[in-house]
């Protein structure tokens, strides 16, 4: 006699729980894509970011994509991320979405493509680490990263001897942009660059770069596919590509609005005894309410006009409406800082350490004398220092009271006149190396200097 024959079973019980929505949802466009690859390798954060857990990104999956090899787009590694993007939907990382037709989380995740060499078995695992980083930037400012955005990194993405030091923000060609019962993902992929496709992208505009990049697939090619074994810039591949840059540049200026740096300033009388003296930085008289007042208004409303709060991170501005009123709009700042006082300072002398006055070049060809403007937002202090065109609107200067305070915020017009004159005078910035520093210019007529000191001086 079957002793067991009597016995029922229960059916297996899945004790996994169930994948998030917004998890799940990002998972399906994957397996679109991917549909021989279910299961992909995983980066995953042992202690997740909502438990106290140091990454913010909760996965990074890794697939093989073999290509298009008749297109020239080789076989490369493709990593995704989750968690930028609202997994969830019950607010332990974001605030709870108003729906799919909302945007999820900061409403984008990231994404990378490694070409593939051909004794590789297993995708690396240092494009992880990099986008770790890239979302700990995210969470820990309120920054997004959107396409045609630069991020200057200054070592090798891997860590090696390559020359790609340097990143831009690009449109994922196959991901795009999805659904999620959480909102809206846009998935943007990050791509490696060289130096001098980084100072290309901030001197003309990121998607000026990233559409040359695309004409080339030896720098990237359609799927704009980074290989840290690139010996080559662009401008070593395609002789043309410098030209289409400078012409960019002279006709549409840049659309670089904002950096993060190490400045400061004070008010002075410019004469031949300081003006070789480095002023110590401005601080104004501000209770703490007023400066997280003012935190507010430059994290979100100067983020608007492409402010990061990091000297490694940069934003593209492609509007077409130059006026400081948009600083105003997007955030309460009429509100916040009309109740600090607005001083008129009867002459400045402003102070940049090596890397933000390298940039003063770009500030005044590129943006003012397109009548645009030009802010840095100090990365020590609330202190935020713009530079405007005479047909910028919405500022608090003009002719007669060129240099205005509004708290921690200074404005600095910058005419026709005085424009041309830096634009000249800053012509020595090409090579900063080769400055001897601290070194300081002087405007005796406009009450004007400016000092450039060693990048950990200021």
Known sequence: MDETGGIRH???????????????????????????????????????????????????????????????????????????SDLHGDGRVHDVSNGPDSVSGFGFELTFRLRREPEETAPPTWPATLM??????????????????????????????????????????????????????????IIGVCADELRAAQQWNGLGVLDILSRLPSAGGAWLITDMRRGESMFEIDLNAQEEVERGFETEGSHLSGVSARCSWVEQEITDRTKNKTPEGYMPDISPEESNQIRTTLQRGLRNTGIKNSTRYSKDE??????????????????????????????????????????????IRGRVKHGRHFTFKSVLSETA??????????????????????????????????????????????????????????????????????????
Not at 136 to 164: M, P
Not at 399 to 428: C, K, R, S
Not at 433 to 453: C, G, M, Q, Y
Request: one cysteine or more.
């Open 132 to 189: 770790q980083s890239l979302a700990k930037y995210v969470f820990q400012s309120g920054n997004t990263l959107c396409t045609g955005d630069h991020v200057s990194w200054h070592c090798a993405l891997d860590n090696s001897e390559s020359r790609i030091q340097h990143m831009l923000m690009a449109n994922d060609m196959q991901l795009g942009t999805t659904q999620t019962p959480f909102g809206t993902v846009h998935f943007v992929q």
């Open 318 to 363: 492609n509007q077409q409406d130059y006026k400081l009123d948009e600083i105003r709009e997007n955030t309460s700042v009429l509100e916040s800082t009309e109740l600090l006082n607005v001083k008129k300072l009867d002459g400045l002398h402003l102070t940049f350490n090596l890397e933000a006055g390298s940039l003063l070049p770009l500030a």
């Open 10 to 84: 229960a059916p297996p019980i899945n004790m996994l729980p169930p994948t998030p929505a917004g998890l799940e949802s990002l998972y399906a466009l994957c397996r679109r894509i991917y549909p021989d690859q279910i299961n992909p390798l995983q980066v995953t954060a042992l202690i997740k970011y909502w438990l106290g857990g140091p990454d913010p990104l909760d996965y990074i999956s890794m697939y093989a994509n073999p290509g298009v090899p008749t297109d020239n787009i080789p076989p490369h590694w493709h990593y995704i991320s989750f968690g930028l």
């Open 385 to 458: 220092i713009t530079l405007v065109a005479s047909s910028v609107t919405g500022t608090l200067v003009d002719v007669e009271h060129p240099y205005v305070a509004q708290g921690a915020w200074l404005q600095v017009l910058i005419t026709d006149d005085l424009a041309q004159d830096m634009a000249t005078t800053f012509q020595v910035l090409a090579n900063p190396e080769t400055l001897s520093l601290p070194k300081t210019f002087s405007w005796p007529d406009s009450k004007l200097a400016i000092t450039i000191v060693p990048d950990k001086i200021c």
